[in-house]
């Protein structure tokens, strides 16, 4: 009922040996070893610059995870007649 000797020679032949030469060509080609690249922390994503299209410059820079910018002129002078 099980396999033969020549049966499970075969599937060795054809199955694992080409997954095993596939496995050994890999880790020898320095694809495995590559580190990952490198990944900005919390902290540096909370303090980086970004392009924005609302800004003039193109740009904010956020401060602890903030953006702020002093209000247009013309605002300031509606908020300022109150």
Same mark, same amino acid.
């Given at each position: 009922?099980?396999?033969?000797?020549?049966?499970?020679?075969?599937?060795?032949?054809?199955?694992? $040996? @080409?997954?095993?030469? *596939?496995?050994?060509?890999?880790?020898?080609?320095? +694809?495995?070893?590559? #580190?990952?690249?490198? $990944? @900005?922390?919390?902290? *540096?994503?909370?303090?980086?610059?970004?392009?924005? +299209?609302?800004?003039? #410059?193109?740009?904010?820079?956020?401060?602890?995870?903030?953006?702020?910018?002093?209000?247009?002129?013309?605002?300031?002078?509606?908020?300022?007649?109150?």
């Amino acid at each position: 009922m099980g396999l033969s000797i020549s049966k499970s020679f075969t599937w060795f032949a054809r199955v694992a $040996v @080409p997954v095993i030469a *596939a496995g050994l060509i890999y880790s020898l080609s320095g +694809a495995a070893a590559a #580190s990952p690249p490198d $990944v @900005p922390s919390f902290h *540096a994503l909370k303090n980086m610059t970004y392009k924005s +299209a609302w800004t003039r #410059s193109g740009t904010v820079k956020l401060t602890d995870g903030v953006y702020s910018e002093p209000a247009a002129p013309a605002l300031r002078h509606v908020q300022g007649s109150r």
